[in-house]
């Protein structure tokens, strides 16, 4: 009975993939007509009892986001909503239809052109010219243009529009092989969305994306004084105000740890400025030039290590923290013994590996505690540390180009950034330590070396997906606390709440916040265009774009029903519910106890901790020839398993969605492997 129920099961989810396969290849063929194939006039289904019917969907509140897209190609804002209503608000087809009833010079889609995550939209000019110049460009910020079209990779689609009356007659001339001939479209993925306005024809331009977001895991050994100097950097940003830390200081000492002020404010619980180790992910806003920082400070102490992995699976880049005291930073940079592989680790090493195998990409390393060597901020230490640490980077996957090396002191907060007198430090008793360091360091500071990272690649053109880190209740709704991996998200959306599936509207979208203290000695620009500032905020609390970090009110579901680990996507591209993965795993060095087949262990993936087994050995790779069907998997070794998990899970393979692709194996309070997902299986 229990093989005829397995068999069921699985032929149930094989029809659903395949209806659900089905209903992608009609949505594809619809959008590739968009632009020149008329819409056929929408049918209104009369919905079951209880529910809404389509009628009264189109009479629900404007999306004002889409009228606002439409408005900025010219046209004027009451036809932008009659054609959003007449056609159930699908922009696509609402803009063909202003296009065949307007008069436009040219219209250009080319995806020749790298381009980075940003939508600029320009407002048109105020004379009675109804000519309109767009350009939309789509391709990968990673090749350029000529690569694109050495690859076949470039698309190009030019239409002349003319007036309603001949482009009426021009249009019934061409017949439908005609129509489908004349547009060319490339089959490449396109890693970000440009739409930008002629600068001939347009001015007063606004930029709803015009800052970068990034969020920045802070790793390291316990006690090199991370929270100490995300504590200091904030302080220096002007995040948070000096009499805090003063009022920080006066409790600290009250409990003897007069020395934690700075760290405090990173560490709020109360048990950890007891103890004085962060046992939870901190998190923190922070503003640079160029960047808004989501800060995420991870405990560093062993027994947390899945704390600091669903810190680290939430990053863009990291900040690996390096204590130059004697003796500290060999303690936490300890290796296994070079014959029998096993021995103590230290948690630097450790980090450094789980972070690249959650998708860290850029690296920076901060040396601190460079004042306390001697003799003090000594040259000769810092190179001893970086030519120590830097071939361990490089051999865990890293790019020498993205990872840089920073020597600081987060208590007196030597080389943080560009600081007054009265801002310099908590310590009043300053010596001269810069013109020591800058004897030989003339470097950036660590605020310019952050300010530096290189925006990461947001694919804000594939599906939704929004991962749950935390959700409480409180008032009407329920909060979903999380980051969206991929896709967008907008308010008035309905979203399916996976694995379970029950369907929810997002009726809110908070987004972080930092204090700017008006002592700060950082300008972050914008300030002289305020009224554009407020409608860029406007437009971006009613909108979540792959990468943000934000705070998602549901309606309509029970607080019950989500839980950390939960997936927010839309109903049309459901995210897979699977068991059993074949995944491609890289065995950590130190490991004591070699892998085998049933081996019981723990998979981390993001914010989700559940039991899976190791039910089969694939294959074993090594420089020469891979070893089909190994017996045992020791440490250092490459390999393709087949691993079942406890219960079902939201799970994606690594090329559609790396956030739901990677994973981290321990066992025994030990990390045993991270690996990512090549196949679903079942």
Not at 261 to 280: H, I, N, P, Y
């Amino acid at each position: 009975d229990d093989y005829y129920d397995e068999q069921e099961e699985d032929e149930y989810y094989a029809e659903q993939e395949r209806l659900r396969a089905e209903r992608a290849r009609e949505e594809a063929s619809t959008n590739m007509l968009a632009f020149h194939t008329p819409a056929p006039e929408p049918t209104i289904p009369k919905g079951p009892p209880g529910f809404a019917s389509s009628k009264q969907q189109q009479q629900r509140k404007m999306n004002e986001g889409d009228v606002v897209t439409l408005v900025n190609m010219g046209f004027a804002p009451a036809q932008c909503r009659e054609a959003l209503l007449k056609y159930d608000h699908h922009v696509e087809r609402a803009l063909n239809f202003l296009l065949t009833n307007n008069s436009i010079t040219t219209c250009t889609v080319d995806n020749s052109v790298s381009c980075n995550d940003n939508v600029v939209a320009q407002k048109p000019p105020t004379s009675s010219t109804k000519q309109v110049s767009v350009s939309i460009s789509i391709g990968s910020s990673s090749s350029s243009s000529a690569n694109n079209k050495s690859k076949g990779e470039a698309a190009a689609v030019s239409m002349s529009m003319m007036d309603s009356s001949n482009k009426a007659a021009a249009a019934n001339k061409l017949n439908d092989k005609e129509r489908h001939a004349s547009v060319e479209i490339s089959m490449a993925k396109p890693q970000a969305v440009t739409i930008k306005a002629d600068k001939r024809t347009y001015s007063n331009a606004k930029t709803l994306t015009a800052r970068s977001r990034l969020s920045m895991v802070v790793l390291g050994h316990v006690d090199a004084g991370k929270s100490t100097l995300m504590g200091q950097l904030l302080l220096q940003l002007g995040h948070v105000e000096k009499r805090v830390i003063s009022k920080y200081q006066k409790q600290a000492a009250e409990i003897g740890k007069s020395s934690f002020a700075l760290a405090w404010v990173m560490d709020t619980d109360e048990s950890e400025r007891e103890r004085g180790v962060t046992m939870e992910v901190g998190t923190r806003l922070a503003k640079t030039k160029n960047h808004d920082v989501v800060i995420l400070d991870a405990p560093g102490h062993k027994d947390f290590i899945p704390a600091m992995i669903h810190g680290a699976a939430c990053a863009d880049v990291g900040l690996l923290v390096v204590s130059a005291a004697s003796g500290e930073f060999e303690s936490g940079f300890d290796a296994p013994d070079k014959h029998t592989g096993h021995g103590k680790v230290g948690q630097t090493r450790e980090h450094i590996v789980l972070s690249r195998g959650l998708g860290v990409t850029q690296l920076l390393v901060a040396i601190n505690k460079l004042d306390s060597t001697e003799p003090a901020w000594s040259q000769s230490r810092f190179q001893h540390i970086k030519g120590t640490i830097l071939p361990f980077v490089l051999k865990s996957g890293f790019n020498a180009k993205r990872v840089r090396f920073v020597p600081v002191s987060g208590l007196t907060g030597e080389n943080m950034g560009k600081v007054d007198s009265t801002r310099t430090s908590t310590n009043n008793n300053k010596s001269s330590a810069g013109t020591e360091l800058q004897k030989w360091y003339s470097g950036p500071t660590l605020i310019d070396a952050i300010d530096n990272f290189t925006p990461a690649q947001r694919h804000v053109e594939k599906p939704l997906r929004f991962i749950v880190v935390d959700v409480f209740s409180e008032g009407k709704g329920v909060t979903a606390c999380g980051r969206v991996t991929q896709g967008t998200l907008r308010v008035g959306e309905s979203v399916a709440v996976f694995p379970l599936g029950d369907v929810a509207t997002v009726s809110r979208i908070e987004h972080g916040s930092a204090y700017s203290a008006s002592a700060s000695p950082y300008s972050f620009g914008g300030s002289s265009n305020n009224n554009s500032c407020d409608e860029v905020e406007e437009d971006r609390s009613k909108i979540a774009v792959a990468g943000d970090s934000a705070d998602v009110v549901l309606s309509g579901i029970d607080v019950a029903r989500v839980s950390p680990g939960s997936v927010l996507c839309h109903e049309s591209d459901a995210v897979p519910i699977k068991k059993k993965i074949r995944a491609k795993i890289l065995v950590m060095e130190n490991l004591s106890v070699p892998i085998i087949r049933g081996a019981q262990v723990l998979l981390h993936m993001h914010s989700v901790d559940v039991p899976a087994s190791i039910t089969k050995l694939i294959s074993r790779e090594n420089s020469k020839t891979p070893h089909v069907k190994p017996r045992v998997l020791s440490g250092g070794a490459n390999a393709m398993v087949e691993i079942t998990v406890s219960e079902r899970l939201c799970l994606e393979e690594y090329s559609e969605c790396r956030a739901l692709g990677r994973f981290v194996l321990r066992r025994g309070g030990e990390t045993i492997a991270v690996g990512v997902v090549e196949e679903l299986l079942r």
